[in-house]
């Protein structure tokens, strides 16, 4: 006792915050009510798998920036985050998905995005989808869709 007392003095006389340190295992984790919207901050154990791609994003994530944008209510928030997850799935199994080429892939994802898209304007104000519809496209003026490759150019390397 004397030990962490000399520590937290000096720490005090250097300036250095201990009292978390010293006592950490008393706090106990906070308690949420109601659909979370804090992003997942763990940081997933090393399995040996490819790092997933920046498209499959976190569905609270997704809906927390929406939040931002558009300004949803908390009821809008409860009935958009499942909308998100079931997007996630959808789009990880379809990413997994080994028996459709990469053109399949892509018109089966604008699908999956179309749907969630218009499952969710249902749920918004006329206001809120004027904003979002506005973000939208100031989005799309900004990153124009890439030009395709001249018919000269190699081949793209194989994705592994």
């Given at each position: 006792?004397?030990?962490?007392?000399?520590?937290?003095?000096?720490?005090?006389?250097?300036?250095?915050?201990?009292?978390?340190?010293?006592?950490?295992?008393?706090?106990?984790?906070?308690?949420?009510?109601?659909?979370?919207?804090?992003?997942?901050?763990?940081?997933?154990?090393?399995?040996?798998?490819?790092?997933?791609?920046?498209?499959?994003?976190?569905?609270?994530?997704?809906?927390?920036?929406?939040?931002?944008?558009?300004?949803?209510?908390d009821d809008?928030?409860?009935?958009?985050?499942?909308?998100?997850?079931?997007?996630?799935?959808?789009?990880?199994?379809?990413?997994?998905?080994?028996?459709?080429?990469?053109?399949?892939k892509h018109?089966?994802?604008?699908?999956?995005?179309?749907?969630?898209?218009?499952?969710?304007?249902?749920?918004?104000?006329?206001?809120?989808?004027?904003?979002?519809?506005?973000?939208?496209?100031?989005?799309?003026?900004?990153?124009?869709?890439?030009?395709?490759?001249?018919?000269?150019?190699?081949?793209?390397?194989?994705?592994?």
């Amino acid at each position: 006792m004397k030990s962490i007392l000399k520590l937290s003095l000096a720490a005090m006389m250097l300036g250095l915050p201990m009292a978390g340190l010293l006592r950490a295992d008393d706090q106990a984790p906070p308690v949420q009510s109601g659909p979370s919207i804090q992003p997942d901050q763990s940081t997933p154990p090393d399995t040996g798998e490819k790092p997933q791609h920046l498209h499959m994003m976190n569905p609270q994530r997704m809906l927390q920036r929406l939040s931002e944008q558009v300004n949803l209510t908390d009821d809008q928030k409860a009935k958009i985050l499942p909308l998100l997850q079931a997007q996630a799935d959808q789009l990880k199994a379809l990413h997994d998905d080994t028996s459709l080429s990469d053109d399949e892939k892509h018109e089966k994802m604008r699908a999956i995005m179309q749907s969630t898209r218009k499952q969710m304007g249902e749920l918004l104000t006329p206001e809120q989808k004027e904003k979002l519809k506005e973000m939208r496209a100031a989005h799309d003026k900004n990153n124009p869709p890439p030009l395709p490759p001249p018919a000269d150019a190699p081949p793209p390397p194989p994705i592994n």
